[in-house]
Each structure stands twice: as structure tokens, then as C-alpha cells.
């Protein structure tokens, strides 16, 4: 742990979690032989099956959104992790607020001890969140919905007696079980036809965020104080494009193939906005790769990907 600086490396994590996904995949080791970053860019040279070479560009979108204080509360949670001799990549949804102090910083290391898995292999970790429901008008069967839920609205059209309105401002992430956002709903209609409906009720409930056990090294937090608005998608594609620029020179060093790795932040992993603006930009920015792929929320999915017994190391085992 000594080695270890606070905030951690997001980008060296990214490469993590691109050789965990590579050397199964392939059924091949793989060695980092030399890797250089800037907290954006990061650029390794890769030895696979103790054999060939692999140059690898891992771009952290989430660098430029990064402000003094989610940097320095992404520091205190990754070195308690780390002392608690946890190795884990932590997930915070979009434009979450990262607890620095005592005591948010045991209640979260509470919620990861408690952290239940999910099909996929990642972690689910539940924090205690507080809705507030008030109706403000006796007519319709409608409810305005602000935060989290808002996606969620028609959930509760005409299932309610009046209009109102739900602060689910505190909660980002819904959990992955279908069943648990039913009850949920089920739980804010009952709230709604309740006497004391025309005052502010709370309803409880939980934010769900995810984790990666890494097994070993160090431990990482993942995401952005930024919310989504109108203006991201664009800043993203720019931000895309510079990085994308500054990892060209890569493409000119002598390797057997090379691999492209772009890791964002997203509040659920299915709507993950990096491969739409990979796939909405001039392809000649990453046409040198043979294998690009795209992190977000604890998972990883290829976007290119050559044909198997393509590349010089995925020959048929003997």
C-alpha cells in the first residue's frame, strides 16, 4: 500500500479492467511491461502469452470533470479501502456526492460490506435514501417527478387520487431487481392515497450503487460530479476527439496488434453514451485499433473485435 497516491489513477484502473476482461478471453497471460499516464491518457505496452506485444490506450473521460472536492473525496474512500484491505472499483452514479467525513465514510464502507452480487459477477450496494411525496391538487391522477424517478413517471399515472409531486432527488440509481422497483412504485402509490397525502410524505428507499472486486491492488472510485444536461453529449464527443488525437502517436509504435479502451462514467451501464459517440464520429480517429472497447458502470463491452484466430496469439490451443 505504500506505493499507492491518492486520488487513484482512473485510467490505470481502466487498463485493469481491460486485461481481466483479455487474458480469459483469449486463454492467454498477460504482463504490463511499461505504462505511462496522465490521469487521462494512459499509454501500456503489453506482453501476452510471453510472447507477443500489445499496445493499449486507455482514455478516462471522466478526467475533465473532475473538481477539488470529488478529488479529494474519491481520495479519502479509496485510502479507507485500501486500509481496510479491500481492492475495489466503486461505481458512483452520475453527479453523485461522494462522502469525504465520518460518518458517511463508514456508512459507505458498511454498504459494501453488506453489498449483495449480481448475475453479472458485479457488486449491488444499497445506501438509505429519502423520497418526499406531496400532492398538490385534488384533480387528475398524475405525479411530477424530479430526480431519479423522473424517467419513471407513467408508473403512476392514473394510479393515484390527484396530482402531486415526488422529490427523488437523492436517489440516482434504482436497484437491478425488477422486482424491488415494483414494490417501490407500489409503495409511493400507497403513500398517495393516504389522509395526510396534502403534507410531505417520506418514503424510504435505496440508492443502488456498483462495485467491482478486483481481487488485489488498489482500489478505485469511478464517475463524475457532473450531471447529464443537454450540453454533454456534445462535450463528450470533444472530449472523445481530443483524446483520441493526443493517443495517436501510439499507433505508430511497433506492436503485434493494439487495443483502445475508453472508460466513462454512466449510472447504468445499458445507456452508456461512449459507444454512441464512438460510433457518431470519424471512424479514422481509431481505424489503428484491433480491439476497441468501452468501460462504464462495472462493465465492459467490445465495440470492435476481430474474428477469432485473427490475432497472432489466439491461434488454437495445441
Not at 474519491?74 to 466503486?90: C, H, K, P, Q
Not at 465520518?102 to 453488506?114: F, T
Not at 449491488?124 to 413517471?153: C, D, N, Q, Y
Request: with cysteine; net charge negative.
Amino acid at each position: 500500500m505504500s506505493d499507492f497516491s491518492y486520488p487513484a489513477d482512473v485510467a490505470e484502473a481502466g487498463l485493469r479492467f481491460f486485461l481481466g476482461w483479455l487474458g480469459p478471453h483469449y486463454a492467454r497471460s498477460t504482463t504490463v511491461s511499461f505504462a505511462t499516464s496522465d490521469g487521462a491518457l494512459l499509454s501500456a505496452e503489453v506482453t501476452v502469452g510471453r510472447k507477443w506485444g500489445l499496445s493499449v490506450s486507455v482514455l478516462n473521460t471522466v478526467a475533465a470533470d473532475a473538481t477539488v472536492e470529488w478529488e479529494a473525496s474519491r481520495a479519502a474512500i479509496e485510502r479507507r479501502l485500501d486500509l481496510e484491505g479491500r481492492s475495489i472499483a466503486l461505481w458512483a452514479p452520475r453527479g453523485a456526492a461522494l462522502p469525504a467525513l465520518e460518518p458517511g465514510l463508514s456508512q459507505l464502507l458498511l454498504s459494501l460490506e453488506e453489498a449483495a452480487p449480481l448475475e453479472d459477477g458485479r457488486l449491488e450496494l444499497r445506501r438509505p435514501v429519502t423520497l418526499h411525496l406531496r400532492r398538490v391538487g385534488s384533480t387528475g391522477s398524475v405525479v411530477t417527478v424530479l430526480g431519479g424517478l423522473a424517467a419513471h413517471w407513467a408508473q403512476f399515472t392514473n394510479r393515484v387520487p390527484g396530482t402531486f409531486q415526488l422529490n427523488s432527488g437523492e436517489l440516482l440509481r434504482l436497484p437491478a431487481s425488477t422486482e424491488e422497483r415494483e414494490e417501490l412504485a407500489e409503495r409511493i402509490v400507497l403513500a398517495a392515497g393516504q389522509p395526510e397525502a396534502d403534507e410531505s410524505q417520506a418514503i424510504r428507499a435505496f440508492d443502488a450503487w456498483t462495485a467491482n472486486d478486483l481481487g488485489a491492488g488498489q482500489s478505485c472510485v469511478i464517475g463524475t460530479p457532473a450531471p447529464e444536461h443537454e450540453e454533454w453529449s456534445a462535450s463528450l464527443r470533444r472530449n472523445l476527439r481530443r483524446l483520441l488525437k493526443e493517443a495517436g502517436p501510439n499507433l505508430r509504435q511497433p506492436a503485434d496488434a493494439r487495443a483502445l479502451v475508453v472508460l466513462g462514467a454512466a449510472t447504468y451501464a445499458d445507456e452508456e453514451k461512449l459507444s454512441w459517440a464512438l460510433r457518431g464520429m470519424d471512424p479514422t480517429l481509431y481505424a489503428g485499433y484491433d480491439i476497441l472497447a468501452v468501460v462504464a458502470d462495472g462493465v465492459l463491452k467490445t465495440i470492435l473485435q476481430p474474428q477469432r484466430q485473427t490475432l497472432p496469439w489466439d491461434a488454437p490451443l495445441a
